[in-house]
């Protein structure tokens, strides 16, 4: 019999057996991912595009994205929306910096069903007008009332410094780009990005290879027929801007710079040092402007990538009369790091903490699925997160150091604040 008065005991964490899901080609540039081992009924399946918002002025990758469904000569949105519903799928999607990405989440008995009729709708959008109007009029009701969140509006304006070097990486919606879309623009878009711009599809399911040879050839057609560039050279407008609103009761602040990806020699130690900083409720930011200032419920950095760089982001809502404050502790905690060392003390908490969360993120088929497409997207395979264990757990106070005084130097920042 077990003695449940003993703890289990502790073990270091050193390796992860993570399973690679099987890959089928559908063009010279893309591929086809399944990952079959799952233990019940359910499936995902994702198709992502080359029609991220770089790819078009005035909104029109969101518009497009957003009126995939919106039906086709012979089918209604209606009857679209239904027969997906009809048969238990939840579909989404989304227009980032780069890409767009549909998902749809089902049953595995009902996934033939649904993808075909996702896949139909894709490819035969009508942009029926009255559907086309009715969204645009949807969504310009959304922007006016999202123009008037202050943690939007310093998002429109961090994206606009920290992208300012790309016309196409910085644009942003505006009222005005409702009154100048056209069908045609539409359209357009839709033939270059949609009809020729899948570039990767990604099925989770235990489905049989009959299902997965159907995706392939109703996705062959669309693929991408020669790899696309991407920029790799933005540089973000350095400086303090504050947008002041009179009628506002708290400012939102965004602090960030230009940085780098999987790629780059500093990225794993660099996560350790955004952890550090604001990557976990016990961060240094936390810890200073929410636990001891109690100037906000909530503030955290991450370290966001795209194909060919990254950048550090800096976030929080705050008290009006606190915005001045919480800027100068988050450069007193800057200065922190790159003139005194870490404590032995902080550094296993910090160390255990990710290993357990990198642990947690590869529970299960999907879970491991989504860690396999975030190194495939930096030419990286599953060894990549062996090798972030490896550097979490060797990683020195003084290298922290190193990197803050490389990295954390205020003068390089986009600094944003509204409200």
Excluded at 100 to 110: A, D, G, M, P, T
Excluded at 279 to 307: H, W
Aim: glycine fraction near 6%.
């Amino acid at each position: 019999m077990i003695n449940r008065t003993i703890p289990p005991a502790l073990k270091p964490i050193d390796h992860i057996e993570f399973l690679a899901p099987e890959k089928h080609a559908l063009s010279d540039c893309v591929n086809l991912y399944h990952t079959k081992d799952v233990p019940d009924e359910t499936c995902r399946f994702d198709l992502y595009f080359d029609a991220g918002k770089c790819r078009g002025l005035k909104g029109i990758p969101n518009f497009v994205n957003g009126l995939l469904l919106s039906g086709t000569k012979d089918k209604s949105s209606i009857q679209i929306h239904d027969e997906i519903n009809g048969k238990g799928g939840f579909f989404e999607s989304g227009v980032s910096i780069e890409n767009s990405v549909i998902s749809v989440y089902c049953l595995r008995e009902n996934f033939q069903a649904i993808f075909d009729t996702i896949i139909n709708a894709i490819k035969n959008v009508a942009f029926i007008e009255k559907e086309v109007n009715e969204f645009l009029r949807d969504s310009k009701q959304k922007l006016k009332i999202n123009l008037s969140k202050m943690s939007y509006l310093a998002q429109v304006e961090f994206q606009i410094a920290l992208f300012e070097s790309n016309e196409f990486y910085s644009n942003i919606l505006t009222l005005n780009d409702f009154e100048e879309i056209t069908s045609a623009q539409l359209i357009d878009f839709h033939a270059k990005h949609y009809l020729k711009g899948l570039s990767k599809v990604v099925v989770v399911g235990n489905l049989e290879d009959e299902i997965i040879q159907t995706v392939i050839r109703e996705t062959k057609g669309i693929a991408l027929p020669s790899k696309t560039d991407f920029e790799s050279t933005i540089i973000n407008k350095k400086g303090e801007k504050y947008d002041k609103k009179d009628d506002a009761i708290q400012s939102a602040i965004r602090v960030g710079r230009i940085l780098f990806n999987k790629n780059h020699p500093d990225y794993l130690d660099f996560l350790v040092l955004n952890t550090i900083v604001g990557d976990y409720f016990g961060s240094r930011l936390m810890t200073n402007i929410r636990e001891d200032k109690g100037y906000t419920y909530g503030i955290g950095s991450m370290l966001a990538e795209v194909n060919n760089f990254g950048y550090f982001l800096i976030a929080t809502e705050v008290r009006k009369d606190v915005r001045t404050n919480t800027l100068n502790e988050i450069k007193f905690e800057f200065n922190r790091l790159q003139n005194e060392l870490v404590s032995d003390e902080e550094m296993e908490l910090v160390k255990n903490y990710m290993l357990g969360q990198l642990l947690k993120s590869a529970d299960g088929a999907y879970a491991m699925t989504d860690l396999f497409l975030s190194a495939e997207a930096h030419g990286k395979d599953l060894d990549f997160y062996n090798n972030a264990l490896a550097a979490v757990r060797s990683i020195k106070a003084e290298r922290i150091k190193e990197l803050a005084n490389k990295y954390l130097n205020w003068e390089d920042y986009s600094v944003i604040s509204v409200g």
